[in-house]
């Protein structure tokens, strides 16, 4: 049984998704906000996951004394110290832009103003830096000129709930895998027998 912690700051959408893909798989999760209204935590209660608010300043204290396999960074607003990485292990991250692009917040909304034809969605380790850790895995999100924001906001948001859960499956498993693998393994649109949504080649 692997354990991983999943830190976010909001809504929780990722989350939800990581706790989808696990529900049948020998992985525990335990959900941490360091913002006690967060609706990340009324997710986690409602989906039975144990979860607690972390204020920032404790951080250092908790991961001195719960040890994890893996922990989770998804939505997690705050830069954390080196002090403090050490003491959380493997510590990861997903952002939404195809960095080194786009760094810090609103990220979404600066790649589209900025008229970029391609963004995605990054999966990288953390370091005391903002967004810059070793990149694990991207996936890009193609912008049409006829796209509004929205519906590129909820493409990036869809693409994150896809990769999210395969990149830490594979971390657990400490496997290296690429582009191709992330295609195959239903992070892509591909539809049963219908290739994908864009080409309808692959
Ligand atoms: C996600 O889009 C994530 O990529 C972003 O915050 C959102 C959290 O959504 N993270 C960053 O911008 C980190 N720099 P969620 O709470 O619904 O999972």
């Given amino acids: 049984m692997k354990h991983i912690a999943v830190m976010g700051s909001g809504n929780g959408s990722n989350f939800e998704a990581i706790v989808k893909w696990f529900q049948d798989k020998s992985v525990e999760i335990t959900c941490l906000s360091d913002v006690e209204d967060a609706f990340i935590l009324k997710r986690a209660q409602n989906l039975r996951i144990n979860h607690q608010f972390l204020p920032f300043e404790q951080n250092f204290e908790y991961f001195s004394k719960n040890e994890f396999d893996l922990v989770v960074l998804a939505g997690y607003m705050k830069i954390i110290p080196e002090n403090v ?4 292990g493997k510590v990861i991250n997903i952002h939404p832009s195809l960095l080194p692009a786009f760094k810090g917040k609103d990220a979404v909304k600066k790649a589209f103003l900025a008229g970029v034809k391609v963004s995605g969605v990054t999966v990288h380790y953390v370091d005391c830096n903002i967004d810059t850790g070793k990149i694990i895995a991207q996936y890009p999100v193609f912008i ?7 519906e590129f906001e909820a493409e990036i948001h869809e693409i994150e709930h896809r990769l999210y859960p395969i990149v830490i499956e594979k971390v657990l498993e400490d496997k290296i895998f690429d582009f191709h693998d992330l295609m195959k393994s239903g992070c892509s649109k591909n539809k049963e027998g219908g290739g994908c949504d864009r080409c309808g080649q692959h």
Avoid: I, T, V
Wanted: no cysteine; net charge negative.
């Fill in 144 to 150: 049409d000129n006829s796209m509004h924001f929205d």
């Fill in 85 to 88: 990485l050490k003491a959380m």
